[in-house]
């Protein structure tokens, strides 16, 4: 695998349900990110983790909870979500040098359709 | 704060025709301009950037400059072919930094055989 990936695909989950997305880059970057792309929208940037810290968190609910074991993987967790949340979910990475961040790399994206 | 505004589409061209898009925005400071391409089932691709005024980016055959005066950095390619039916969005980051990306809402471009 090169580039970024991310797993699901496609998701399909009740409001009551729990499930996580997962990203994975293979860039050797060490800064990760979460986008959430809605319908004739711009692109809303939620979550942003540094060298595994979260230097960024843009107003998101508490019903996504993002999670960076190490540089080479982030994970969303999902649970209790509203059918508003249905949306394209964008991982990116970039490389980081001291307060610079370079050009993003995205992942394909995940479809999340909330029931 | 910062905000990018595109021309809204979709636009529809046919092969070898030329393309504008149009992206203006707004911020403080001096900011780097990128121009960010989404093709179907994709995520999205750097598709060009300037990082100060005047610049001029370039890749593809795809082209924009930097314009301080009128806050624009709009796309222009001089003949577009069906492959570059793809979703393009126009963004910003803060001066020095592409920590924080803000995106213009997408051009829709299909273009026809």
């Known amino acids: 695998e090169t580039g970024v990936t991310q797993t699901p695909r496609h998701l399909v989950m009740g409001m009551t349900n729990k499930k996580s997305l997962k990203c994975e880059q293979h860039?050797?970057?060490?800064?990760m990110y979460w986008y959430k792309q809605s319908a004739k929208k711009p692109l809303e940037l939620m979550f942003v983790y540094s060298l595994e810290e979260r230097v960024e968190n843009n107003s998101v609910p508490s019903r996504f909870s993002p999670e960076c074991p190490n540089s080479s993987h982030l994970f969303l967790h999902l649970h209790t979500l509203q059918p508003e949340d249905s949306a394209l979910y964008l991982c990116?990475?970039?490389?980081?040098?001291?307060?610079?961040?370079?050009?993003?790399?995205f992942g394909p994206g995940t479809r999340l359709t909330v029931l | 704060g910062d905000s990018v505004t595109q021309m809204e589409g979709p636009v529809t061209l046919s092969e070898e025709a030329f393309l504008t898009i149009n992206c203006t925005y707004t911020a403080t400071g001096y900011p780097s301009l990128f121009w960010y391409v989404q093709y179907p089932g994709e995520g999205l691709q750097l598709l060009l950037k300037?990082?100060?005024?005047?610049d001029k980016g370039s890749n593809k055959g795809f082209e924009a400059t930097y314009r301080k005066e009128t806050t624009s950095f709009h796309l222009e390619k001089g003949s577009v072919q069906v492959s570059d039916s793809a979703v393009y969005f126009c963004a910003l980051s803060d001066s020095g930094s592409a920590r924080q990306l803000t995106f213009g809402s997408g051009t829709q471009l299909t273009v026809l055989p």
């Open positions: 990116a990475s970039s490389r980081t040098s001291g307060s610079s961040y370079n050009e993003q790399f």
């Open positions: 860039l050797g970057h060490n800064a």
């Open positions: 300037a990082t100060k005024a005047d």
